[in-house]
């Protein structure tokens, strides 16, 4: 799936051997891919391949059928119970529906403006993979936001010097334009660094006003992002340090807009602390930073436990370029609910408050949704706990 979901063709390295005998290993194993694909094959025969620009995971595939209006995605091996949800990027496109290819059953969704979650912790676990089919009005297109060509990467491709890498993840993956989920494609440090750095050198002095971080999201043990703290430093000559900024999370993407400009060369990313239960050090994909800032409706979570262990509990997390938040909870065992978040708009975070009205326990999956002064949803962050 993830060869077809680029657009490619697998060739099967099957052939036999000395004595001209097909070994049973290799008959077994296509027998049972062509059983998948007697159940599933519409998810692969006549498909192109994905309309997202950038990778969802890697436990998650697309593939397309622009003629039909048609999104195939495939979850690979994982229990759907476990998952909780799916997010996709926004599509331009109106969407129809969402199903279960295996049993044709209705699939929950909600559009966002920064994208689309599939809910889908009530539908069946296949053996090797289970697929959703996404329905739009016409050939399905990927909804890329406005940009502003004069407010450009200032540390697009720029030198990156680190404390510890793990694995040939180093500092350069950090300024090379590619912030996609993939699992090669970020900034590791060693789990055994226990102040992970990095310093970014934009080659001159500049003004910088914004700074993005995108975060690495484990998706094989917690499902959670990993940072607690960390901390922002600017500074002409590598030597004296000024701090600019002090964070509790980071998630998906986190825009850090200052106060005022600061004229600086070097740019420090430090102070990086995980929460207890990370099974390691925090990872990244991407830092960005600009002269200006851009108008990018953003929302995160803080950093979460595993499990709520009792109630009330409160949530919060960070917002920009919105005015209300709400956060949407969604389990298999009751129905969907909402609550409405208090905001503060001088640090731009927000709280709210789960208490035992309408809960159960089990897996739940919160969706905090960012809206504009129309109640326009304009961006969301999702993430699952256990009650």
């Not at 009330?312 to 917002?319: I, R, S, T, V």
């Amino acid at each position: 799936m993830d060869i077809a979901g680029k657009g490619g063709n697998l060739l099967l390295n099957v052939g036999p051997d000395g004595d001209g005998v097909v070994q049973e290993t290799p008959i077994a194993n296509m027998a049972a891919a062509g059983k998948w694909f007697n159940d599933f094959g519409e998810a692969v025969y006549g498909t192109r391949k994905s309309c997202f620009s950038t990778s969802l995971g890697n436990d998650v595939k697309v593939t397309t059928k622009p003629e039909e209006g048609k999104l195939f995605v495939t979850l690979l091996e994982t229990d759907p119970k476990v998952k909780g949800m799916i997010m996709l990027p926004a599509l331009e496109n109106k969407i129809i529906g969402v199903k279960e290819l295996a049993s044709g059953k209705d699939v929950a969704f909600e559009s966002f403006g920064s994208g689309i979650m599939l809910q889908i912790s009530d539908t069946a676990k296949q053996e090797y993979a289970a697929v959703y089919e996404v329905t739009v009005e016409g050939e399905p297109k990927e909804k890329i936001p406005g940009s502003n060509k004069e407010n450009t990467n200032l540390a697009a491709d720029k030198k990156v010097t680190v404390s510890s890498s793990y694995d040939g993840k180093g500092g350069d993956m950090l300024t090379d334009g590619d912030s996609s989920v993939s699992n090669d494609n970020r900034w590791a440090p060693l789990d055994t660094d226990g102040s992970p750095w990095a310093i970014i050198d934009l080659g001159e002095e500049k003004d910088v006003r914004e700074i993005a971080i995108c975060e690495w999201r484990d998706t094989f043990f917690t499902q959670q992002y990993r940072v607690k703290k960390f901390k922002l430093a600017v500074s002409s000559d590598n030597e004296n340090w000024n701090t600019v900024y002090e964070g509790e999370a980071v998630g998906e993407r986190l825009t850090v807009n200052l106060k005022d400009k600061v004229k600086c060369r070097y740019i420090k990313f430090y102070g990086i602390e995980k929460v207890e239960d990370a099974a390691g050090a925090p990872s990244f994909h991407e830092i960005e930073v600009y002269e200006e800032h851009l108008q990018n409706p953003t929302i995160s979570f803080d950093s979460m436990p595993q499990k709520i262990q009792s109630l009330p509990f409160e949530l919060k997390g960070k917002y920009s370029d919105g005015d209300t938040v709400s956060v949407k909870v969604w389990s298999a065992s009751f129905a969907a609910f909402e609550i409405e978040a208090e905001i503060n708009k001088e640090d731009e975070t927000w709280s709210a408050v789960l208490d035992e009205d309408k809960l159960s326990h089990g897996k739940l999956t919160l969706t905090a949704i960012l809206s504009d002064k129309e109640g326009t949803q304009i961006a969301a962050s999702v993430c699952t706990i256990d009650y």
